[in-house]
């Protein structure tokens, strides 16, 4: 076949794929849509992580049908969120007072600490480590 013949771009009508005459080769125009860029915080991380290592077939499809990027969004401001209430929740139910800032500034940092790592712990079985 000359070259005068050849087209220069064709669709296979069986596979849908268009493809573009490249020297004496046909090449596929295939191209990827673009993931949104997300900045991942601690509990983004740490959900990434668990994925890669426990749940390898779910991190896998994740990333083959670029829902991975949306599912670690979601997980960070869905845990972000949650461990917010569980402080404020924690925080109300104990004998903390803001008055407690200046008088006993040791108990109130150490109480805060604790309520802290208390939300962060219920955050992680709920939704990190699931």
Same mark, same amino acid.
């Given at each position: 076949?000359?070259?005068?013949?050849? /087209?220069?771009?064709?669709? +296979?009508?069986?596979?849908?794929?268009?493809?573009?005459?490249?020297?004496d080769?046909?090449?596929?125009?295939?191209?990827?849509?673009q993931?949104e860029?997300?900045?991942?915080? /601690?509990?983004?991380?740490?959900?990434?992580?668990?994925?890669? &290592?426990?749940?390898?077939?779910?991190?896998?499809i994740?990333?083959?049908?670029?829902?991975?990027?949306?599912?670690?969004?979601? $997980?960070?401001?869905?845990?972000?969120k949650?461990?917010? &209430?569980? $402080?404020?929740?924690?925080?109300?139910?104990? +004998?903390?007072?803001?008055?407690m800032?200046?008088?006993?500034?040791?108990?109130? $940092?150490?109480?805060?600490?604790?309520i802290?790592g208390?939300?962060?712990?219920? $955050?992680?079985?709920?939704?990190?480590?699931?």
């Open positions: 076949m000359k070259n005068e013949e050849l /087209k220069k771009e064709f669709t +296979d009508e069986k596979t849908g794929i268009s493809y573009t005459l490249v020297g080769y046909y090449l596929p125009n295939l191209t990827l849509e993931e860029k997300i900045t991942l915080n /601690k509990y983004g991380r740490m959900r990434l992580n668990y994925l890669k &290592e426990h749940k390898k077939v779910q991190f896998s994740m990333f083959m049908n670029m829902t991975l990027n949306k599912h670690l969004k979601e $997980v960070q401001e869905t845990a972000q949650r461990v917010n &209430e569980l $402080v404020e929740q924690l925080k109300a139910r104990s +004998d903390l007072t803001e008055d800032k200046n008088t006993d500034p040791l108990y109130w $940092v150490g109480t805060m600490n604790a802290k208390q939300a962060e712990a219920i $955050v992680l079985k709920e939704l990190i480590f699931v």
